[in-house]
């Protein structure tokens, strides 16, 4: 089984800029991957996503502010976060899937101060 590991959450001030990365133990070549995000008592919900063929979606609040990236020979896939809110604060999270193949990371915490 596929293991997700993110990194590069932190503390940051509102207006500033954070990069989390996800790197998975094995190949993400064929695999969709997204970074969602979940604040205390509310949904999980999908912050963007990139395809293996490098297409890229974001939620309508994040458009313009964030970046989704993948490095294949990494194995990693990357999260600029530009502008920040503090709306932004949440732990994030990376999902890696591929038809029944649904992987996750443990999360990391994003915290912006206003």
């Known amino acids: 089984q596929a293991q997700l590991v993110e990194s590069g959450g932190g503390l940051v001030q509102a207006g500033g800029s954070l990069g989390l990365s996800c790197t998975a133990s094995?190949?993400?070549?064929?695999?969709?991957v997204a970074w969602y995000r979940q604040a205390p008592g509310k949904q999980r919900d999908l912050v963007a996503s990139i395809t293996s063929y490098g297409i890229t979606n974001y939620a309508d609040s994040v458009k313009g502010r964030f970046t989704i990236s993948r490095d294949n020979a990494k194995n990693t896939v990357y999260l600029q976060m530009n502008s920040l809110k503090p709306e932004d604060t949440a732990v994030y999270y990376c999902?890696?899937?591929?038809?029944?193949?649904?992987?996750w990371g443990q999360g990391t915490q994003v915290t912006v101060s206003s």
């Open positions: 094995g190949s993400i070549l064929s695999f969709t």
């Open positions: 999902n890696s899937y591929r038809g029944v193949f649904d992987y």
